[in-house]
């Protein structure tokens, strides 16, 4: 089977390629081989790699930038997931794409099932349940959030760079969701691609955190390993504390019911993927 991945620089397109079963044949492209927002690119790439399957990790995922870009934002995640999907239904190819839960509002502490009603609170959130529609009814749309990786800008990165940088870190408190390493995101891809799956399901990995509880892993963990030499003070913030152009929704967990049945079991603890993702780190130096 030959699979298509757009997007294929960043943190979960790297992660997809890692992931990949031995029987696919994977055309793995970035942004400039592939810009998913030009129909000659697109068209292209499809006669070039005759793909049966295409996954679509390219995004525009800069949140508050998204505010003053809103074309920006729509041209990628809205405009090019049409550009794909057009060419997928051409070409007799199934369309996978990885989507939010920014789609989502505020809640009443209660996780989100792929079934309830969308509400997003930011340009980004929009853009991407618009990307949702572009995609198709016959496309498979996995949501997920707080997504870090080894490689590129994620909080994880973001805070061990400032443990090392500052006497002290602060961090929002009173936002709370749930972490999910782009391996294990990918290896679910990989799995519901492979069943043949339609429509939303939800993946991250399990448990909840805010972001503070995941900062004071991150230096635990850190420490543990010897990645970090040194502790320092993490006071938790509120979110009036650290405003941002973006508004976010302060409980933002997904239901994975369905997700889990289909992959045949729970997702690991989202520490215990934070520490893989760390012991990663240290093993390559």
Known sequence: MKVLITGAEGQLGRALVQCAPAHVTIAALGSIALNITDADSVAKAFADHAPAVVINA???????????????????????????AHAAQTAGARLVHVSTDFVFGESDAVPRKPSDYPAPMSIYGAS???????AGPDALIVRTAWVYAANGQNFVN?????????????????????????????????ALTLQGKVGIFHYTDSGVASWYDFA?????????????????????ITTADYPMPAKRPAFSVLDKTETWKALGGIAPHWRVQLRRMLKELVDHG
Not at 59 to 75: G, I, K, N, Q, Y
Not at 161 to 176: F, H, K, S
Not at 216 to 236: K, M, N, Y
């Open 128 to 134: 991407k349940l618009a990307g949702e529609a572009a």
């Open 58 to 84: 390219a995004a525009f995922t800069a949140v508050d930038l998204a505010e003053t870009e809103p074309e920006r934002a729509f041209s990628i995640n809205q405009a090019g997931v049409a550009l794909l």
């Open 216 to 236: 004071v892993a991150i230096q635990e963990e850190a420490l543990e390993l010897g990645f970090l030499d040194r502790a320092v003070p993490i006071v938790p």
């Open 158 to 190: 973001t805070m061990l760079r400032l443990m090392r940088e500052r006497d002290e870190v602060r961090v929002v408190a009173d936002q709370v969701g749930t972490p999910s390493w782009a391996s294990s995101l990918a290896e679910a891809i990989w």
